[in-house]
């Protein structure tokens, strides 16, 4: 009850850097897999197609989460956060000076055959919000700053990535310390 009653979107970061452990225990909070013997996750996923890869963006550079490994894996070795939002000054600046951005893409490669695009566009944004949501619960419960955004350069963003044809963006969350 706490966690929900401190749940909050906010704009004002810290440059502080999270710790490995509290990053660690957030992407496991995030979608980490909660049930070995099935695969499945903290985090729900329509008809359990788990499309949704989380990406994060640190100063360091930029890392896949492996959910069955529980690790980061090296995607791109320069600081991608300045892509991940188009706010007015200054909430701009404290939102991509946050620690961490965890951009959500749906890779739609993963999906079933047989569902149309509308349905998959459907799917992979619900399932984006559910881990989204255990986002913000897992920062209410630790006192980070947290906020999800649909305002960013989503081309340049993709091109950085270099994501593939079947990938999309969804969202993107800053987590960090607050202001």
């Given at each position: ?98 620690p961490l951005q965890l951009i959500y893409v749906a890779d739609y490669a993963k ?69």
């Open positions: 009850m706490q966690c929900l009653n401190d749940r909050k979107s906010d704009r004002s970061f810290s440059t502080k850097k999270l710790p490995v452990q509290i990053l660690s225990n957030l992407l496991w909070a995030a979608c980490g897999i909660n049930r070995p013997h099935s695969g499945k996750r903290t985090a729900p996923s329509a008809l359990n197609r788990q499309e949704i890869d989380i990406y994060v963006a640190m100063e360091e550079g930029l890392y896949l989460y492996n959910t069955k490994t529980h690790t980061l894996d090296p995607v791109v070795k320069s600081d991608l956060r300045k892509h991940t939002a188009r706010l007015p000054q200054p909430s701009r600046s404290s939102i991509v000076g946050s999906m079933r055959t047989g569902i149309s695009d509308e349905d998959s566009k459907f799917y992979s944004a619900t399932d984006t919000a559910f881990i989204g949501q255990n986002v913000y619960l897992y920062c209410a419960s630790e006192g980070l700053a947290t906020i999800i955004r649909s305002y960013f350069d989503r081309d340049s963003l993709t091109k950085e990535m270099r994501l593939g044809d079947t990938q999309k963006i969804i969202l993107v969350q800053a987590v960090g310390y607050p202001q």
